[in-house]
């Protein structure tokens, strides 16, 4: 009897974790919109996060190591989703797609092993599974600061842009210009430089532009990227647009710096009681605790 509680223990927490697992999988199928009715920009996501470009050279009958991963990316959709993190982080050469699965994996396994460590029982060391969301941190501060590099230079790329184009240039050629006159070239003047060779390739130009809004995944590039196809579309001035949206950019910015220095006096509450306060406290009254203990006043 004391042999079989264990084991009907451990059979019954992973029936739990399985069917958890499968509950999830369900319900994220059965709440999925239905491929047809995706819109254009999800469709073109699916285009540019294709899985063959990372993942074509794992072998499902090859090693141990090429099964876990195909499994991971079948039972989770990690294919797109890891894609999609590496094309925000700029397509660096490391990690690649494949490096940042593997990434997971070991977390995971690492976190398994030190929970085991510090507990010795396996229900526990199941918990270090989360491990295998930790790394998705240092993928989204990687984002975050690529994301602050591209809006410091924005409004000023826009209004080079607005003035360039005002000048009689179409709105590619005034971007050509931009990054020919440009010293130093920063991560915005990279994705455009990948957009006007994507239509020198033979795309389309507003596909090229929807993908260069799916590389940077910030709403001021989509509003910028549809303003552009909104005037190619209606034939409206694109300079006045161009000026309105830089304006709204940079009063916007205001908003959110003076925000942010409302916010500062509140963040500075917290070291003030915790680390200045004590060390004054104790510098005034050190000397008369002293004096105190000793029999005096101080004074």
């Known amino acids: 009897m004391t042999a079989v509680g264990p084991f009907l223990h451990y059979f ?24 047809e009715d995706e819109a254009d920009l999800a469709k073109l996501a699916k285009k540019e996060l294709g899985i063959t470009t990372a993942f074509s050279g794992l072998n499902p009958r090859g090693r141990l190591w090429d099964r876990l991963d195909l499994l991971l990316l079948k039972a989770f959709h990690l294919d797109v989703r890891l894609e999609e993190v590496h094309m925000m982080m700029g397509r660096p050469a490391k990690p690649t797609p494949l490096d940042m ?8 396994a690492a976190m398994i092993g030190v929970f085991y460590l510090l507990t010795y029982s396996l229900p526990a060391a199941l918990f270090g599974l989360i491990g295998f969301f930790v790394p998705d941190l240092f993928f989204s501060r990687r984002i975050r600061q690529r994301q602050t590099q591209i809006m410091r230079a924005f409004p000023t790329f826009v209004d080079l842009a607005a003035l360039a184009i005002e000048a009689g240039l179409d709105y590619m050629n005034a971007f050509e210009r931009i990054l020919r006159n440009s010293k130093q070239k920063t991560e915005l003047e990279t994705e455009i430089g990948k957009t006007i060779n994507e239509i020198s390739l033979g795309y389309s130009r507003r596909d090229a532009l929807r993908r260069l809004a799916l590389r940077t995944g910030l709403q001021e590039v989509r509003s910028f990227v549809g303003l552009i196809i909104q005037s190619d579309e209606l034939g409206t001035s694109l300079v006045d647009l161009l000026r309105n949206y830089a304006a709204d950019m940079r009063f916007r910015r205001l908003n959110r710096a003076e925000k942010l220095a409302a916010q500062a006096s509140t963040k500075m509450l917290f070291p003030l009681f915790v680390f200045i306060f004590p060390t004054v406290f104790i510098m005034m009254l050190a000397p008369m ?3 105190l203990l000793s029999g005096g006043l101080g004074f």
């Open 289 to 291: 605790m002293r004096s």
């Open 101 to 108: 699965l593997h990434l997971k994996e070991l977390m995971a």
């Open 12 to 35: 019954l927490l992973v029936v739990g974790v399985l069917g958890s697992a499968a509950v999830y999988t369900a319900a994220h199928r059965l709440f999925a919109p239905p491929p």
